[in-house]
């Protein structure tokens, strides 16, 4: 559980602590776009955007769901982790 609690706040702080452009062609980072350039690093499993996305977009607000969105963010760690040791 606690590599899943890292992994998600990696993810949720990722943006957050990176600057952002003070107007519209600024080169600052959001969450989104940490999100994306993470989605194409080597060991990134296809669909990690759209799959982060969602963890970040609807934890859920019932214990199923939320338990179905812990399961969901440890499959996603397990994936990332096996491409890593396997490169």
Known sequence: MSRVCTVAAWVSTSGWSCPRGGTPRGNGWSTGRAI???GRLPGAPA???RRVGRLLGAVGTTL???TATLADAQDLTDEVRRRL???
């Open 64 to 66: 199923d769901e939320r």
């Open 85 to 87: 040791d396997g490169a």
């Open 36 to 38: 994306a350039g993470a």
């Open 47 to 49: 669909g990690f955007e």
